[in-house]
């Protein structure tokens, strides 16, 4: 006899199914380096979708301007066994009377809302006087799609290219722990446990420091800087040789080579393979959230890492239009969003050249998008407006400026940023940087009004716009 719990599940697995085929389904993905805020967006967009249609404030998304959103409800989600997205806790912690920014993404989560409107297109009008959209919301780290050309390497190619990342400004420095530790291992040797597992906590924590110290997000593997589930487990325990040359011509199955050499091939099978089969591969709509203003803050060489990470990751995302067939059994992202995260951390007359900067970063992928006829958007976007736009004085002239609350202080400051380069920055630029980037502490507001924001309702028509006619 099928319990009810079954029954539950095999009834929705069919509705989603339907929906599907019938287009009224969305898997919306949200990805982005460390710090782009992903998590406030994510809260912000469900909080806004939330409120329903008498207090909304997006006048860009037409649904709402035509009068046609009629609400949204969190409804349980499809998958049991992934983590859920923490709505409830984040909202909570933007809304409080001392609001703090939401806990950052650490590993895949989701959560689903049904979206109630009026349909505009003859056809629905015609079936029903009000349609309905199931939306699925998945949260993962961009970083995690940095392992994929793991796939096209061996381990010995792997150790060469850590290698020659060492010969980088500040790297060798910050792994001389790591070095020293390593130096000390025979690698044809049998393999002592403990010794791999003190050199992997070395090399963890030298990639640690790479992103909190020269600010890099180009760091492999991806998920030992974010493990997620896997914290701790011993598929973690492994690094690259990288003090000398690798010979494994007459090597033994006990050695430490071989133990390297065995995980290295685990973590592509079971952790790079598997997310990509399990997750992404399921997408139908992306947004990725790219912070460039702390970059352009810390130098030249955090910028030239993250431009490489965002190309990387561009590489990543599989494209093509969705028809009958292919939205069942094998969907692709057919609409993506670029978007420049914290536009309120810059000056308005500052978005236009935000905007074509990361406009510059994209445009390889841009290309591919294009080719395959896929629609896609850059905008720049603050999903919590944490600023307000006033005056100061700088270099004896008057000037549009910030005025916020300085995030490690919570002190109200007002400040003109400086201009943001509307080109991928030279040398020049380097030179004479004048950009002074803060970070900010959310605003405080009103429990029964919507967050404030630049441009989210843009960001929603662009994803969802063409799914609610």
């Given at each position: 006899m099928v319990s009810k719990a079954t029954f539950s599940n095999l009834h929705r697995s069919a509705k989603d199914l339907v929906d599907r085929s019938l287009d009224r389904h969305v898997r919306l993905a949200v990805t982005g380096l460390s710090r782009a805020g992903k998590t406030a967006f994510i809260t912000a967009l469900v909080d806004h979708l939330l409120q329903g249609p008498v207090h909304h404030q997006l006048p860009l998304w037409s649904v709402a301007r035509d009068g046609r959103f009629l609400g949204a409800k969190k409804v349980p989600q499809a998958h049991f066994h992934i983590p859920s997205f923490k709505f409830e806790q984040n909202i909570n912690s933007l809304r409080a009377d001392q609001p703090v920014w939401p806990e950052p993404t650490a590993g895949v989560s989701e959560i689903r809302l049904k979206i109630k409107y009026r349909p505009d297109s003859l056809l629905w009008r015609n079936l029903s006087q009000t349609a309905e959209l199931t939306l699925d919301?998945?949260?993962?780290?961009?970083?995690?799609?940095?392992?994929?050309?793991?796939?096209?390497?061996?381990?010995?190619?792997?150790?060469?290219?850590?290698?020659?990342?060492?010969?980088?400004?500040?790297?060798?420095?910050?792994?001389?722990?790591?070095?020293?530790?390593?130096?000390?291992?025979?690698?044809?040797?049998?393999?002592?446990?403990?010794?791999?597992?003190?050199?992997?906590?070395?090399?963890?924590?030298?990639?640690?420091?790479?992103?909190?110290?020269?600010?890099?997000?180009?760091?492999?593997?991806?998920?030992?800087?974010?493990?997620?589930?896997?914290?701790?487990?011993?598929?973690?325990?492994?690094?690259?040789?990288?003090?000398?040359?690798?010979?494994?011509?007459?090597?033994?199955?006990?050695?430490?080579?071989?133990?390297?050499?065995?995980?290295?091939?685990q973590y592509k099978e079971h952790v790079v393979k598997r997310f990509y089969q399990q997750h992404f591969v399921h997408f139908d709509r992306q947004i990725v959230l790219l912070d460039c203003l702390t970059p352009l803050n810390t130098g030249r060489q955090s910028f030239e890492d993250m431009q490489t990470a965002v190309e990387q990751i561009m590489q990543s995302f599989q494209y093509g239009q969705s028809g009958f067939l292919r939205r069942l059994f094998a969907p692709k992202i057919d609409r993506i969003v670029f978007a420049a995260s914290k536009a309120d951390h810059v000056t308005p007359d500052q978005h236009e050249n935000l905007l074509a900067l990361v406009d510059k970063l994209v445009v390889n992928g841009q290309r591919e998008v294009a080719f395959s006829g896929i629609e896609s958007h850059c905008i720049a976007l603050a999903a919590v407006k944490s600023t307000q736009v006033g005056n100061v004085n700088y270099q004896g002239k008057p000037h549009v400026a910030l005025t916020g609350r300085q995030l490690d202080t919570s002190e109200l400051l007002s400040l003109y940023p400086g201009e943001v380069p509307a080109d991928l920055p030279q040398a020049a630029f380097w030179q004479k940087q004048g950009f002074d980037f803060v970070n900010f502490a959310p605003p405080v507001v009103a429990s029964n009004l919507p967050l404030p924001h630049i441009r989210m309702d843009l960001a929603i028509e662009h994803l969802l716009g063409d799914k609610l006619l």
């Open positions: 919301i998945i949260d993962y780290p961009g970083e995690w799609l940095l392992d994929l050309p793991l796939l096209h390497m061996s381990y010995e190619q792997w150790s060469e290219q850590m290698a020659q990342s060492l010969t980088q400004p500040g790297r060798a420095e910050l792994a001389k722990n790591w070095l020293n530790l390593g130096a000390q291992l025979d690698l044809h040797g049998a393999y002592d446990e403990l010794q791999i597992a003190q050199i992997s906590q070395a090399y963890t924590q030298y990639l640690h420091e790479c992103k909190a110290q020269l600010g890099l997000h180009h760091i492999q593997p991806g998920r030992f800087v974010l493990p997620g589930e896997l914290a701790g487990a011993p598929l973690l325990a492994f690094f690259p040789y990288v003090w000398g040359e690798i010979n494994s011509d007459h090597d033994n199955k006990d050695s430490a080579l071989s133990m390297l050499s065995a995980r290295f091939e």
